[in-house]
C-alpha cells in the first residue's frame, strides 16, 4: 500500500532532520529505500525553477515553499512499480508482492452500496478515527521552531487526524514571524491549478491506507452524487449521522460520528498567535445543513450547472487565481460562476457551496476534513474532473509549467507528501491510477451498479422466502390430509345443522363470538380504533 504523508516516523528524528536526508530502509533487506532489492534508491531532490505568480510575494519565510527542501534534500526515489518514503510500496493501481498485479477499483455511489458495505464503510472510518497511526506523526512547530532540526517538534494522532492535519497544513496562512503577523493568500493546494491533482492524491492516499490498516484490498471511496438534492441526503444515522434532537449544531447521539473530536480547526487562533495547530482535540464534530448564509451560497448545485462547468474547454485561464474566467478549475472549485464562467463570484458555487452548506466543520478549508463527508464529498468532486478530462482529453501542456500561484506549477512537489507527487503527474485519467467511477460506466453497467443494493437484500432474504413456502406448502398438505381423514371417520353420519364446510362438509355451531346482547354494540368506536 502507498504510504502517505509528512512526516515518516523514522524521518522525524534529529539525526534525520539534521542530516536533511529521509531514506528509511525497506524491512525486506534491511537497506536504504530497498536498494539492495532493486526496489529504490536514496537521490538527491532536485525542484523546478520556474517563476510563481504573483500571489505570494515572499521567499523563504514558508516550510513549504520548494516543497520538500525546508525539511529533506534527500529522499527515496522507486524504480518501475514500486512507490513509498522507503519503497515498500506500490504504485497506485498495483498490487503484489512485486507491484506487477495491475487491478482496477471501483467508486461507488454510496446509495448504491448494500448495507454490509455501508456499515464496513462506517466501521472502517471509525477504527481509523480511533487507530494511533504507527508510521506517520504530525508537526507542532516550524523548522526554525524546531532549532534546524535539533529540536524535533511532532504530535502523535490517528490515522484518520494525520488527514484532517494534512489538509490543515497544506491551507494554513502563511507565518511571517510573531502574533498576527500572517499572509492569507496563500493555500498550496486551493485556489489554483494543483487543486483538483492534489485532492486527487489525498483520497488515492487515504483509500490505500485504510486497506492496509483493514486488511481489505477491495476497499474503495464511495461518493455523494449531491446534484440537484434538496438537502444532506447523507445525513442519516445509517451513513454520516443526522442532526441532533438535542442541539441542531451538532450530530445525533445515534451516530458514532457524535462522538469524534475535531482538530486544527480555530484558524484565527492559530494567526493571532502565529503558531501552527498542535493537533490537540477541540471539541465535536459540528454541523447544521441548510442554516448557512443564503447570500453566499443559494443551495445546493444542480445538474445544469455541474454540466456547464464541464462545458467549459480550458483547465485554467490565467492568472490561474480565484478571479480566474471561463476555468473549469476555478468554476468546479467554487470561485467561477457556475451559469456564466466569470470569476471573483459573489456567490460560491459547486466545491465551495456543498462545503458552505453543511454549516459546520465542513465550512472551515483548513478544518474541513474533521468532517467525515468531506471523503464523500471530494469523491464526486474528483469524478466531475474525471469526467471532463475524458471528454476534452487535455493535452498535458494545458496544465500551466510557470506564473501560477506558489506551490501550483506542473513540477511543483506537493506539499506535504512524502513520497513526492509533482501535480502535473495527476492530470490523467483515473484509469491509469487504477480506479473508476460508477457512474462513468457505460449505461448498462450503471443500470447494474443501482440495482446492486436491491439483488443483494433478495439474496439476503430469498432462503427466509423458500423457507417459509416450503412451511406454507406443508401446513397446507396437512390440513388436506386432515380434512380427508375427517371425512373418513365420519362418512355416512349424521351431522348437526350447522356451518357448511367447503366442499359441502358441515361443522357444528358453537358458542357465538358475539352474544345477542351485545350485537348492539358492535359498533363500539373502540372496534373501529381497534380496526
Request: charged residues 20%; glycine residues 6%; proline residues 7%.
Amino acid at each position: 500500500m502507498p504510504p502517505m504523508v509528512l512526516f515518516p516516523r523514522l524521518c522525524a528524528t534529529q539525526e534525520a532532520l539534521q542530516s536533511r536526508e529521509c531514506c528509511p530502509p525497506w524491512q525486506g533487506d534491511g537497506s536504504a529505500c530497498g536498494a539492495r532489492s532493486g526496489r529504490g534508491s536514496c537521490e538527491d531532490v532536485s525542484v523546478s525553477d520556474q517563476p510563481d505568480g504573483p500571489q505570494y510575494p515572499f521567499s523563504g519565510l514558508d516550510d513549504r515553499e520548494k516543497w520538500p527542501l525546508v525539511f529533506f534534500n534527500r529522499t527515496c526515489q522507486c524504480t518501475g512499480n514500486f512507490m513509498g518514503f522507503n519503497c515498500a510500496d506500490c504504485k497506485f493501481g498495483y498490487f503484489g508482492e512485486r507491484c506487477s498485479e495491475r487491478r482496477e477499483s471501483l467508486r461507488r455511489n454510496v446509495f448504491h452500496l448494500t448495507r454490509a458495505e455501508r456499515n464496513r464503510f462506517v466501521s472502517y472510518l471509525n477504527l481509523a478515527k480511533q487507530t494511533l497511526s504507527s508510521d506517520y506523526v504530525v508537526a507542532t512547530g516550524t523548522y526554525r521552531e524546531m532549532q534546524n532540526g535539533s529540536n524535533p517538534l511532532f504530535a502523535n494522532v490517528t490515522i484518520y487526524d494525520v488527514f484532517v492535519w494534512m489538509h490543515y497544513y497544506v491551507s494554513r496562512n502563511a507565518l511571517l514571524g510573531g502574533p498576527g503577523n500572517v499572509w492569507a493568500n496563500v493555500d498550496f493546494a486551493h485556489w489554483a491549478p494543483a487543486f483538483s491533482p492534489w485532492h486527487r492524491v489525498y483520497l488515492l492516499h487515504w483509500e490505500h491506507e485504510i486497506r492496509k490498516l483493514t486488511g481489505d484490498t477491495t476497499f474503495s471511496i464511495p461518493y455523494w452524487d449531491w446534484r440537484d438534492a434538496q438537502g444532506c441526503d447523507v445525513c442519516t444515522d445509517e451513513l454520516m449521522g443526522s442532526r441532533s434532537p438535542l442541539d441542531p449544531n451538532l450530530i445525533s447521539p445515534s451516530s458514532v460520528f457524535s462522538s469524534w473530536k475535531v482538530l486544527c480547526s480555530q484558524a484565527e487562533e492559530y494567526n493571532n498567535r502565529g503558531v501552527l495547530c498542535d493537533a490537540r482535540e477541540e471539541g465535536p464534530v459540528q454541523r447544521n445543513p441548510g442554516n448557512h448564509d443564503r447570500n453566499l451560497v443559494a443551495r445546493i448545485p444542480t445538474s445544469a450547472e455541474v454540466e456547464f462547468t464541464l462545458s467549459l474547454p480550458n483547465y485554467d485561464t490565467e492568472p490561474m487565481d480565484r478571479t480566474a474566467n471561463m476555468s473549469f478549475r476555478n468554476t468546479l472549485e467554487g470561485f467561477g460562476d457556475p451559469q456564466t464562467g466569470l470569476g471573483s463570484s459573489s456567490r460560491l458555487g459547486m466545491h465551495a457551496a456543498l462545503h458552505v452548506f453543511m454549516n459546520g466543520s465542513m465550512s472551515s478549508v483548513q478544518g474541513s476534513a474533521n468532517d467525515p463527508i468531506f471523503l464523500l464529498h471530494h469523491a464526486f468532486v474528483d469524478s466531475i474532473y474525471e469526467q471532463w478530462l475524458r471528454r476534452h482529453n487535455p493535452d498535458p501542456s494545458q496544465y500551466p509549467q510557470a506564473n501560477a500561484p506558489i506551490g501550483h506549477n506542473g513540477d511543483y512537489y506537493m506539499a506535504p507528501f512524502i513520497p513526492l507527487h509533482q501535480n502535473k503527474e495527476y492530470f490523467i485519467s483515473s484509469k491509469d491510477l487504477g480506479y473508476e467511477y460508477s457512474h462513468l460506466l457505460d449505461t448498462n453497467q450503471r443500470l447494474s451498479e443501482s440495482l446492486r443494493p436491491y439483488l443483494e437484500e433478495l439474496r439476503e432474504t430469498w432462503p427466509w422466502m423458500l423457507c417459509a413456502a416450503l412451511c406454507g406448502v406443508i401446513v397446507t398438505m396437512a390440513v388436506a390430509v386432515a380434512v380427508q381423514i375427517v371425512k373418513q371417520r365420519y362418512r355416512g353420519s349424521s351431522w348437526p345443522q350447522g356451518r357448511s364446510w367447503r366442499g359441502g362438509f358441515v361443522l357444528p355451531e358453537r358458542q357465538p363470538l358475539i352474544r345477542s346482547d351485545e350485537k348492539s354494540n358492535i359498533n363500539h368506536p373502540n372496534y373501529q380504533t381497534a380496526m
